[in-house]
């Protein structure tokens, strides 16, 4: 069980970082359709998805009992997805980010009311910490946000946390993370393809590059959370998702010349302060 919550630990820091480095290349994909960006996200983790399901000769079917589950996974996930990236296109930043970082959130409230997974205080102050935090790191100004664009954003983080909810609920009933993904990916494509077929917006070579690697990096992300949240709990491991902002904050440095001021750092130590003050906890609940 132990093992089991450090490998939880370790996947969602590594979706982590695949996330942040996602959203690195949309926003260096520039002025293109959110559903678009979202449609080659899709495509490239569904034929990861493929080829690793192929490799380890995994069914392409599901448990019957599972199917409810992949679908609201998928549902959430792709209404997370395309309003993440509205978010990106309307809001600064900032702002869509904060909005998004929303779903660890979500997951450890809809662990505790649709798979009954116990939070415990110090859980749940952990959790709120890191939050708080978060809000440090990318300092949000509600008063000059549009009002329709950050209820997308919003809905985004609530979409995402209720579709990792249910990636737990479906690996907990024996379903291989792979097919999860597959399913999720083949789901997203099929409901954004007519929009592409009508309203293709033309790519320079810079813009396609930018959006493979988004891909490439959604796939990691997706494969990384979906790993996570079938070895522990969002209650013990959905802190460490906040990581994605000290992520962010690297990358944007290292390749946007981007430095972080004196409330941002004060943001990472909170953030940090929060993941091991949970990691901590729960060692001393399992002794």
């Known amino acids: 069980m132990e093992k089991k919550r450090y490998k939880g630990i370790f996947y969602i820091i590594c979706s982590a970082f695949c996330f942040a480095l996602m959203n690195v290349f949309v926003r260096a994909a520039g002025d293109l359709p959110s559903i678009q960006k979202s ?59 904060m909005l998004n970082k929303m779903s660890p959130f979500f997951a450890v409230i809809f662990s505790f009311l649709i798979l009954k997974e116990r939070i415990d205080i110090p859980q749940a102050l952990c959790v709120a910490g890191a ?41 907990l009933n024996g379903e291989k993370g792979p097919l999860i993904v597959c399913f999720f990916s083949a789901f997203s494509c099929l409901v954004t393809l007519p929009f592409i077929l009508f309203d293709y917006e033309p790519m320079t070579a810079v813009q396609l590059l930018s959006l493979l690697g988004a ?28 990581s994605q902002v000290i992520f962010a904050a690297g990358l944007g440095f290292v390749i946007f010349g981007q430095i972080p001021d004196a409330l941002s750092w004060l943001g990472y130590a909170v953030i940090c302060t929060m993941a091991v003050v949970m990691f901590l906890y729960n060692n001393r609940k399992k002794e």
């Open 215 to 242: 891909g490439m990096s959604a796939a990691g992300g997706q494969f990384s959370i979906t790993a996570a949240y079938s070895y522990a709990p969002a209650r013990e491991i959905s802190v460490y998702d906040y």
């Open 131 to 171: 939050f708080l935090g978060s809000l440090l790191v990318i300092k949000p100004t509600f008063s000059n946000m549009a009002l329709a664009p950050s209820l997308v954003g919003l809905l985004g983080g609530l979409g995402a946390g209720i579709a990792y909810t249910y990636v737990r609920k479906a690996t």
């Open 39 to 97: 449609f080659f996200r899709n495509v490239v983790a569904l034929v990861s998805a493929f080829i690793i399901m192929r490799k380890n000769q995994i069914p392409f079917r599901c448990r019957r009992e599972n199917f409810k589950y992949l679908l609201i996974r998928s549902v959430c996930g792709t209404m997370g997805i395309l309003c993440n990236y509205y978010a990106i296109d309307h809001l600064v930043l900032s702002d869509a980010s």
